[in-house]
């Protein structure tokens, strides 16, 4: 078999596959979206400038990666998912014409999808609704500049990296790692280390760094008329990576094996009298022999089974990612980061610098990639859970046993929460090493605690609801990670432009906290808890419907789920869903009734319309002389339980003007009035 035969192969598995042409439409979605968010027309720079171009295509090739995740991932892992390795390790392939074919499809496919970037930037460009003054002449050799490049370059260095990662690991997990390794190893970078000329061409292989040396000293017009083709730097950037890229692939030829895995990760376990060969990661059929044995022979199918069920499948679930040497490496790795992002929280405080209090640590941690990459994992780890036995064709097996749909589905919810829980612990522990390795002893642990396992926790448990739903919904792993986190981007993007902001239409989210040493929590901690209550309901029903139509067997097609969700949608499942959506109506209104009707609900874009009409108002008074206020006495009594102050004081004025003064003018925020007081009475108020 010839690298032209696998190459061919891999070819046209790829474009058979419908996730094939949904990544490429995200891809296309996703640079259409970055110019209507970079047009805001107050820059020097055009959106559709060259170097501007150049920096957003770089972000979106970023962005691209969990999609190259699963495209050079899926290429290398395959044969060993469906169990063809014996047979085609066995034929007389040579190693380059395996791996080369395997990887030439994979990059050939990822590069026609990753031309949906500059092509969605180029039509969003030509879009009449967007300000005109934003952009410039169209220049279509910018576009082409942008994806020979940045775009496809990267695209070679970082799948040749994650295709490495996939052939020797063998598994899908540390794929996704890698590719959050490469997308945070980078950030880090940019930020950690300075240089220029040949220290940024051998130490930037996505070419930031090297672009911003380029076009630093650049007028505006050059910036955006100027291509980048010209620069020597650049170009020898670009040579000295993607060298690195095929000294990558070079290394993987040299230690690809062809053996076959050892005899000690596939040891039969025998359920009843059937022999079945299991992974390391693979759900252990005995414990489904066990449940149905003892639901079988006692004839107990209530809830106490039910319950004892999901916990043991829950138990299990967490035994086998725990347990994994890939987890111990998120674990440890999150601490790292931790130390990392959160060592300098004291600094720049008021632009002063100070200790390192836990509040500003965990507030400097939700401003960094941290909290992404958790949602990332949420994701995927909502897909191992789900996919686990299909991934190694176990699944009717131990969908034969005598377990529920809720049972089954709950049990892997409640493994996510905990491996969640588990991670969380990671930041603790990350954020108090900061804080002692910077001599910082006042750890406020329980503060740790009330924020990570429950203000955070709260909000992780939310999206593993919506995780798990998307898993089963999509049916697809790799497609339905994508999903998740297209979805995470879109309800971002949907608040920061102004289109939906009510946090009754955007789920999970809450109107925000605030913590002081002096107040705590104060009255944040209240809106904040209704909310979540509010979206929890909405994640019982999420589960629910994932429920109604959760795979079991061989229970494919659409049709045949419809079926199947008609039929499950009976008795207790039929009353807990109604149950839900009784308290999502309720819980909705009451908080509706609290934000749109007791109060005044306003947008963002509102919000300043009082603000304004206050100094249209009183603009007339603007150059009335005015006392100047030379000396105050204030005294502060101050009652955090009760929410009160005490405020008692005088100003001394001091006519600094060249006239007489009559009246002295008193603005009162509240209600928005102003007063004219005598300066009889205005002695007497102060």
């Keep these: 078999m010839k690298l032209r035969e696998i190459f061919r192969y891999e070819i046209q598995h790829r474009l058979r596959s419908?996730?094939?042409?949904?990544?490429?439409?995200?891809?296309?979605?996703?640079?259409?979206?970055?110019?209507?968010?970079?047009?805001?027309?107050?820059?020097?720079?055009?959106?559709?400038?060259?170097?501007?171009?150049?920096?957003?295509?770089?972000i979106a090739g970023m962005v691209g990666l969990l999609a190259s995740s699963a495209l050079f991932g899926d290429a290398a892992i395959r044969d060993y998912e469906t169990r063809m390795d014996p047979l085609l390790f066995t034929a007389p392939i040579r190693t380059l014409d395996y791996l080369g074919g395997r990887f030439l499809a994979a990059l050939t496919i990822n590069a026609v999808i990753l031309l949906g970037v500059p092509v969605g930037q180029a039509i969003a460009t030509t879009m009449p609704y967007l300000p005109r003054e934003a952009f410039g002449p169209f220049v279509g050799a910018a576009f082409v500049q942008n994806y020979l490049l940045f775009l496809l370059p990267n695209l070679i260095f970082t799948g040749a990296i994650l295709f490495a990662i996939a052939a020797l690991a063998r598994q899908i997990l540390p794929v996704y790692?890698?590719?959050?390794?490469?997308?945070?190893?980078?950030?880090?970078?940019?930020?950690?280390?300075?240089?220029?000329?040949?220290?940024?061409?051998?130490?930037?292989?996505?070419?930031?760094?090297?672009?911003?040396?380029?076009?630093?000293?650049?007028?505006?017009?050059?910036?955006?008329?100027?291509?980048?083709?010209?620069?020597?730097?650049?170009?020898?950037n670009r040579a000295v990576w993607l060298t690195t890229a095929i000294a990558?692939?070079?290394?993987?030829?040299?230690?690809?094996?062809?053996?076959?895995?050892?005899?000690?990760?596939?040891?039969?376990?025998?359920?009843?009298?059937?022999?079945?060969?299991?992974?390391?990661?693979?759900?252990?059929?005995?414990?489904?022999?066990?449940?149905?044995?003892?639901?079988?022979?006692?004839?107990?199918?209530?809830?106490?089974?039910a319950v004892r069920q999901t916990l043991a499948i829950a138990q299990r679930s967490i035994g086998e990612l725990v347990s994994s040497p890939v987890f111990l490496v998120i674990f440890v790795g999150k601490i790292g980061l931790t130390i990392l992002f959160g060592w300098e929280a004291g600094e720049g405080v008021f632009d002063t610098s100070t200790t390192p209090l836990t509040i500003l640590v965990l507030e400097r941690l939700a401003d960094t990639p941290l909290?992404?990459?958790?949602?990332?994992?949420?994701?995927?780890?909502?897909?191992?859970?789900?996919?686990?036995?299909?991934?190694?064709?176990?699944?009717?097996?131990?969908?034969?046993?005598?377990?529920?749909?809720?049972?089954?589905?709950?049990?892997?919810?409640?493994?996510?929460?905990?491996?969640l829980a588990i991670?969380?612990?990671?930041?603790?522990?990350?954020?108090?090493?900061?804080?002692?390795?910077?001599?910082?002893?006042?750890?406020?642990?329980?503060?740790?605690i009330r924020i990570l396992f429950g203000l955070q926790l709260a909000d992780l448990v939310l999206l593993s609801a919506l995780a798990i739903l998307?898993?089963?919904?999509?049916?697809?792993?790799?497609l339905a990670t994508l999903a998740i986190v297209v979805l995470l981007i879109v309800?971002?993007?949907?608040?920061?432009?102004?289109?939906?902001?009510?946090?009754?239409?955007?789920?999970?989210?809450?109107?925000?906290?605030?913590?002081?040493?002096?107040?705590?929590?104060?009255?944040?901690?209240?809106?904040?808890?209704?909310?979540?209550?509010?979206w929890a309901a909405w994640a019982a029903v999420l589960l629910i419907v994932a429920v109604l139509f959760l795979v079991r067997g061989r229970e494919h097609g659409l049709r045949r789920r419809l079926s199947l969700a008609r039929t499950r949608f009976v008795g207790p499942v039929a009353r807990t869903i109604g149950t839900a959506a009784l308290l999502v109506a309720g819980l909705g209104g009451f908080v509706f009734y609290n934000t749109n009707i007791l109060n005044t609900y306003r947008s963002t874009a509102e919000r300043g319309e009082p603000d304004a009409a206050y100094e249209k108002r009183y603009r007339r008074y603007l150059d009335i002389p005015q006392p100047t206020i030379v000396g105050v006495t204030l005294r502060a009594e101050i009652y955090p339980d009760r929410s009160a102050a005490e405020l008692r004081g005088s100003y001394r004025l001091v006519n600094r003007t060249n006239t007489t003064i009559d009246s002295v003018h008193v603005f009162v925020n509240r209600d928005m009035e102003a007063r004219s007081l005598s300066l009889d009475r205005a002695s007497r108020l102060v």
């Design 18 to 58: 419908a996730s094939t042409w949904i990544y490429a439409v995200v891809l296309f979605l996703i640079g259409f979206a970055m110019i209507h968010a970079d047009a805001d027309g107050n820059s020097a720079t055009h959106v559709n400038a060259p170097m501007r171009l150049a920096l957003l295509g770089i």
């Design 177 to 236: 790692l890698a590719a959050i390794g490469v997308f945070v190893g980078y950030v880090v970078a940019l930020n950690l280390l300075s240089g220029s000329g040949v220290t940024n061409v051998l130490t930037d292989p996505l070419g930031v760094r090297v672009l911003n040396d380029v076009t630093e000293r650049w007028t505006p017009v050059e910036r955006n008329a100027r291509l980048l083709a010209s620069s020597s730097a650049l170009l020898l």
């Design 248 to 305: 990558v692939f070079a290394v993987l030829c040299r230690r690809f094996s062809f053996a076959h895995a050892s005899d000690n990760s596939r040891d039969p376990v025998v359920l009843d009298d059937i022999p079945v060969v299991l992974d390391d990661t693979s759900v252990i059929l005995s414990e489904a022999k066990d449940l149905a044995l003892s639901s079988t022979a006692t004839q107990s199918f209530g809830w106490r089974t």
């Design 371 to 419: 909290l992404p990459i958790t949602f990332l994992l949420v994701a995927i780890f909502a897909g191992e859970l789900i996919w686990n036995t299909r991934a190694y064709e176990t699944a009717e097996i131990v969908d034969a046993a005598p377990i529920s749909e809720s049972a089954a589905l709950f049990g892997r919810f409640a493994a996510l929460v905990a491996i």
């Design 423 to 448: 991670l969380q612990l990671s930041v603790l522990l990350g954020g108090m090493l900061a804080q002692l390795l910077q001599g910082y002893t006042r750890l406020e642990i329980g503060l740790y």
């Design 470 to 478: 998307i898993q089963v919904i999509v049916d697809q792993k790799y």
């Design 491 to 534: 309800r971002t993007a949907l608040r920061m432009s102004g289109w939906v902001e009510h946090h009754l239409l955007l789920y999970g989210t809450d109107p925000g906290w605030k913590y002081s040493d002096m107040n705590g929590f104060g009255p944040f901690i209240r809106p904040v808890v209704w909310f979540k209550l509010y």
